[in-house]
């Protein structure tokens, strides 16, 4: 117990400080006098007291984090946020269950996008900014913003960071101190979504759904205000505007800080990632418009085009939002679309995936091996840029690849287990994992999740965790070797 009572202690700040973000619902639930401010009253409440609690129990338990205790907090942090988090949703629709509550949380802050509610269009619009600020703070990662904090809670943050964003993750030291990293990443993300809400409501939207909006796209989210989701807008300008801010949040941030910090675009021009992200989005746009117009789906290449290009984007780089439901398309399409979410968002991005950086290197690595094997003697080195790659990093990668596919595999049979038919179960899995939002199947994108039964939604909550903490963040805790001293 005297070991964990640290990691408790920084838990027990970080859920007061979590109790914070309820003001801006809060606030808007005020101003609109939209009946929901007894929620966040509530949320607020619980949420402090409970942190102040945890507190008081373990106030003499303080001291410097270890590795170990960092990948424990953060496992209990994407945990246990999740629990507050749907004391609004709780406390304003009593219909809801607490597994689809919590449920709804982990989609919000995990940043997946998946949702068990109708009639969005008709909930008070503070519920609505809730369920998307949890994917902006989620987005960038609840832990990178407590690590911004840290100083002020005396505690160093390098051990979160690490916990928080497994190898390889390039440019990992930004500044010479993780809090002003963090602070610097922060500013970054939040002056870019200042601009994309300003961008979206001078596109057409409400103010109100300026912000819901901004929120989801800048955290790859994919929640909205509405049923229809980006649909109900039918506007090619506000599609446009989305396609560009989600490629924008689809970007390593720390090159986004680097070109900030240093007044200059050099840095997009020497981050390999986004020439092979924007390479495979281009060729995948139009290979998709072709396929379309091929099967008759569309008979104009404009349309065909229009839908294409949002929805690919829109999936690939794990935001979610549809502009129709293209579970109906010739199977092809959208499972390319969801084989993109898999890898096309950049490492160090609000992106969900294994992330374009280690596919580059999974790529590099399979052309070093059929180079040996014509030319035995070459030396022939895996490269990023002019620097080779260390063993280390490759065989992290492939340990990755194989925990990867290994989790799809079985919690795919675990949902088909459960009753749920094979493509369904699949293609919700992958979802989940990649922190994509609507599947295909019975949980595409015309549809929710509401459909599963209680198991089936606990299975896609752990797999929403298991993919936004990358696998081996989540499953070092799980092992025995974890907790023995």
Same mark, same amino acid.
């Given at each position: ?23 801006? !619902? ?7 006098? *939209?009946?929901?401010?007894?929620? =966040? *009253?509530?949320? #607020?409440? #619980? ?40 004391? !609004? ?5 009593? $219909?809801?269950?607490?597994? *689809? ?24 619009? @503070? ?18 913003? /407590? ?6 809670? +005396? ?16 440019? @990992? ?6 809090? $002003? ?13 200042? /601009? ?28 909205? @205000? ?5 649909? =109900? ?34 840095? =997009?021009?020497? *981050? ?29 290449? !404009?349309?065909?085009?229009?839908? &294409? ?38 490492? +160090? ?40 790659? !260390? ?27 459960? +009753? ?7 293609? &919700? ?19 929710? =999740? ?36």
């Amino acid at each position: 117990m005297s070991q964990i009572l640290p990691v408790v202690h920084i838990l027990s700040k970080v859920l007061m400080l979590f109790a914070l973000a309820f003001l801006l !619902p809060l606030g808007v639930s005020i101003a609109l006098n *939209d009946g929901a401010q007894l929620a =966040y *009253d509530e949320a #607020i409440l #619980i949420t402090f007291l409970s942190g102040a609690v945890l507190w008081l129990v373990s106030r003499r338990g303080k001291r410097e984090l270890q590795t170990r205790d960092g990948f424990l907090l953060v496992v209990l942090i994407w945990a246990v946020l999740p629990v507050y988090s749907a004391i !609004p949703l709780l406390a304003h629709i009593p $219909e809801l269950s607490f597994t *689809d509550a919590y449920f709804e949380a982990v989609s919000g802050l995990t940043a997946t996008g998946a949702t068990v509610l109708s009639g969005l269009d008709t909930l008070p619009p @503070s519920i609505n900014i809730w369920r998307t600020q949890m994917h902006w703070i989620g987005g960038m990662g609840v832990i990178v913003l /407590v690590v911004a904090v840290l100083p002020m809670l +005396g505690v160093g943050g390098r051990q979160l960071f690490k916990a928080e964003t497994p190898t390889p993750m390039k440019d @990992s030291k930004l500044t010479p101190r993780m809090a $002003e990293t963090a602070k610097g990443l922060w500013q970054v993300y939040a002056l870019i979504t200042l /601009v994309c809400m300003a961008a979206l409501w001078a596109g057409g939207m409400s103010w109100i759904d300026a912000v819901v909006h901004g929120f989801s796209v800048m955290g790859l989210g994919g929640l909205s @205000s509405h049923d229809a989701s980006m649909a =109900y807008f039918d506007s090619v300008l506000l599609e446009s505007i989305v396609m560009l801010f989600a490629l924008i949040a689809a970007v390593s941030f720390s090159t986004h800080f680097m070109a900030f910090h240093t007044r200059s675009l050099l840095s =997009y021009r020497f *981050d390999s990632e986004i020439r092979w992200t924007f390479g495979v989005l281009g060729v995948s746009v139009l290979v998709l418009t072709a396929f379309l117009l091929y099967k008759g789906f569309y008979l104009d290449f !404009p349309e065909a085009f229009r839908h &294409a290009a949002f929805n690919t984007v829109s999936v690939a780089t794990t935001l979610g939002f549809s502009t129709t439901d293209y579970n109906v398309w010739p199977y092809f399409a959208p499972l390319w679309m969801l084989f993109l979410s898999s890898f096309v968002a950049s490492s +160090g991005s609000t992106g969900g995936g294994i992330k374009m950086l280690r596919a580059v290197l999974l790529y590099k690595q399979v052309y070093r091996e059929l180079t040996k094997l014509v030319h035995p003697s070459a030396q022939v080195h895996t490269k990023l840029g002019t620097q080779p790659v !260390p063993p280390k990093i490759i065989y992290a990668v492939l340990a990755f690849l194989f925990i990867y596919v290994a989790s799809i595999v079985l919690l795919s049979f675990v949902l088909s287990a459960s +009753g749920l038919d094979v493509f369904t179960a699949f293609t &919700a899995v992958v979802a989940m994992v990649n922190n994509t939002g609507p599947g295909l199947g019975q949980v595409g994108p015309a549809s929710t =999740y509401a459909v599963l039964n209680d198991f089936q939604t606990w299975v896609c909550s752990f797999a929403m965790l298991l993919g936004r903490l990358e696998f081996f963040t989540l499953l070092v805790v799980l092992t025995p070797v974890f907790w023995r001293k």
